[in-house]
């Protein structure tokens, strides 16, 4: 299966944030690995080390969002896990811009369309 630029570099970026919290991603990983270095080759002028920063980081700021639910730290604070909802859903505004800013460089993939989404609503409600 060929995935798109986008899925690529944003599975990547998953897939390091899983193993650097312990969870076993060695044989995803390679496929992804391999993966990156054709999209570099293939695509030189593209920013690589900066669009990887800016998955990293909005898919870090996800996990330590979603990393929070899981633990039940809004189990008795409703209004918090309001505003943590919120909160990831305007971070995946930028991962889900990110990719179609990607694709667009690129020439690859599809443009991701929310339907009544924030990412294209253009607001936070």
Not at 5 to 19: E, G, H, T
Not at 61 to 90: C, F, P, T
């Amino acid at each position: 299966m060929e995935f798109d630029p986008a899925s690529i570099v944003d599975r990547y970026s998953i897939l390091k944030l899983k193993a650097a919290h312990g969870v076993d991603v060695k044989k995803e990983t390679t496929v992804f690995v391999e993966e990156m270095s054709t999209l570099r080759k293939a695509y030189p002028s593209v920013p690589w080390p900066v669009i990887e920063d800016m998955y990293d980081k909005v898919n870090g700021l996800i996990w330590q969002e979603e990393s929070k639910i899981r633990k039940g730290s809004y189990d008795h604070d409703m209004e918090g896990a309001g505003r943590a909802a919120i909160m990831n859903r305007n971070i995946n505004s930028l991962r889900v811009g990110l990719g179609n800013i990607l694709n667009a460089i690129t020439g690859k993939g599809f443009q991701d369309k929310k339907v009544e989404h924030v990412a294209v609503l253009g607001g936070t409600g």
